[in-house]
């Protein structure tokens, strides 16, 4: 879909990209455990652990920061591939 509505608003000047997070820790997440957490982040690659709001902001910046970047979903997820259901 990024790539579709790149395509088209590419003439204007615009760019097109989605941020695609696995778990991150915000307010809705503060009052997990550490037990809690740990099944939840096993699958990651590295790190096992939750994202912080720092690196979904950094990435954030390099998208803005880099003209080079469009048509994409930027994947920030420590590498989790969730199993199905």
């Given at each position: 879909m990024a790539l579709t509505m790149a395509r088209d608003l590419g003439p204007q000047g615009i760019r097109v990209l989605a941020?695609?997070?696995?778990?991150?820790a915000t307010g809705a997440?503060?009052?997990f455990t550490d037990?809690?957490?740990?099944p939840l982040?096993?699958?990651a690659a590295f790190p096992k652990r939750m994202g912080r709001p720092e690196?979904?902001?950094k990435l954030a910046l390099a998208i803005v920061d880099n003209a080079m970047l469009n048509g994409q979903c930027l994947r920030l997820d420590?590498?989790?591939?969730f199993a199905p259901r």
């Open positions: 941020i695609a997070p696995s778990l991150f997440t503060a009052a037990e809690q957490v740990a982040v096993e699958d690196e979904y902001a420590a590498g989790q591939r």
